[in-house]
């Protein structure tokens, strides 16, 4: 049996409130900080050489007006070049899919 869908309408506001649901929170939650640790655990560490203090992860998760949102950030000056030479966190985007 083939059934033919002309119009789907979308239920805009359903889908902003599950989109920033505190479920999704806790969920992109999860997912950012399987990311920060796989970072954490390649044990980089900054100022210095060799280096003083391990690289710094921040996590924050928020509810933004259209949809929930993680980021994992090198809190550190230094963060960019690390991401640069290593590119950790791009590397460890997979450890997100498994969370």
């Given at each position: ?19 920033r ?31 003083r ?47």
């Amino acid at each position: 049996m083939t059934i033919k869908v002309e119009r789907v309408r979308v239920n805009r506001r359903g889908m902003r409130d599950l989109l920033r649901s505190e479920g999704m929170q806790e969920m992109l939650g999860r997912k950012a900080l399987a990311v920060a640790d796989v970072v954490e655990a390649a044990g980089i560490r900054v100022e210095g050489v060799p280096g003083r203090i391990a690289l710094p992860v921040t996590v924050t998760v928020l509810a933004g007006s259209e949809r929930a949102r993680a980021r994992v950030v090198l809190d550190h000056p230094s963060g960019l070049a690390v991401e640069a030479k290593h590119g950790i966190l791009t590397s460890s985007i997979d450890a997100a899919r498994d969370a």
